[in-house]
């Protein structure tokens, strides 16, 4: 990713926090339309496979599965929203700091934001450590959606009969696609945590 400009002065400040309040609002439309779109889909297959009577078979089954696998997607994206929203509130808070500091306090609250900028921005880099970003999704919308799938699941698979081949092949499956998306989320720059101190700008790793 290019680096960011260094933005941040005296005389746009004010932009800059119409800027990020703009980036706010659209990050959490998009963190809020995520997990609609997660509760809305898991709640019409539930419906769906529980009100027909029949659950477990083989066809249900393979459908809850197919569930569990647009989960992980829809979580990942409901974490990187997360992240994005997490990321402009920092650059917001970074900015308010720096319009509200005295004369002397200013100029090293702007090398801050500049930093702050740069390094959330340009780098494109996390504000918030892998395991908070897993641990907040999950309280936030996602525990109970998995909990569901996953009885169901485990349901279908001692219930149904079925080849235990097919079922190994199955299990396979969604062990493959879980472990795909657990190692992009590992990977990626924009779920890598950096933080910045305040006292000397230095960037550490935790994730």
Avoid: H
Wanted: aromatic share 14%.
């Amino acid at each position: 990713m290019t680096n960011a400009p260094r933005m941040a002065s005296n005389d746009n400040l004010s932009c800059l926090v119409s800027w990020f309040s703009t980036e706010l609002s659209l990050a959490y439309n998009v963190v809020n339309t995520t997990n609609g779109w997660a509760i809305t889909l898991v709640g019409a297959l539930t419906v769906a496979v529980l009100t027909r009577g029949t659950y477990p078979t083989v066809g249900a089954w393979l459908t809850v599965i197919g569930a569990i696998i647009l989960m992980n997607r829809f979580f990942v994206r409901s974490c990187l929203g997360y992240v994005n929203l997490s990321r402009w509130n920092k650059l917001m808070k970074a900015t308010l700091a720096a319009q509200a500091a005295t004369e002397g306090d200013r100029q090293r609250l702007l090398g801050l934001l500049n930093r702050s900028v740069q390094m959330y921005y340009g780098d494109f880099f996390s504000p918030v450590p892998q395991w908070n970003v897993l641990r907040d999704n999950l309280k936030l919308a996602y525990l109970w959606i998995y909990l569901l799938l996953f009885i169901l699941a485990a349901w279908g698979f001692v219930a149904i009969n079925a080849p235990f081949a097919l079922k190994c092949v199955v299990g396979v499956t969604l062990a493959a696609a879980t472990i795909i998306e657990v190692g992009w989320f590992r990977a990626a720059r924009m779920f890598t945590y950096r933080s910045i101190d305040g006292a000397d700008g230095e960037a550490t790793r935790y994730a």
